[in-house]
Nanobody, 127 residues
């Protein structure tokens, strides 16, 4: 089992940047595919980005490609989400999640494949 804690959210103007961090404790984070999801008010929780155990495979939602970058530092048990060129529609609670995928290579975009979740961090982008 792994405990996930997100940080780095806040209020930013459109066009600005934020860097989210997700610190893992308990079982080592290198055992998991890691993902970021977000949920806006009244909407379903959606996939944002994911990264394989070793960081070789990365996947992004079309809405954030070219603006967001996911990375991980297994030695620090931390995964990051660098968010640039932020838009008001990026406003949401952002969640870090861990997928105990047996292969560790495939990056799932399916919420139910992720077994462990953080508490979320609010990102608000003003226009």
């Amino acid at each position: 089992q792994v405990l996930l804690v997100e940080s780095g959210g806040g209020l930013v103007q459109a066009g600005g940047s934020l860097r989210l961090s997700c610190a893992a404790s308990g079982r080592t984070m290198s055992s998991y595919v890691m993902g970021w999801f977000r949920q806006a008010p009244g909407k379903e929780r959606e996939f944002v980005a994911g990264i394989s155990r070793g960081g070789v495979r990365i996947s992004y939602a079309d809405s954030v490609k070219g603006r967001f970058t996911i990375s991980r530092d297994n030695a620090k048990n931390t995964v990051y989400l660098q968010m640039n060129s932020l838009k008001p529609e990026d406003t949401a609670v952002y969640y870090c999640a861990a997928d105990p995928s047996p292969s560790g290579l495939a990056v799932s975009k399916i919420r139910d494949d992720y077994d462990y979740w953080g508490q979320g961090t609010q990102v608000t982008v003003s226009s």
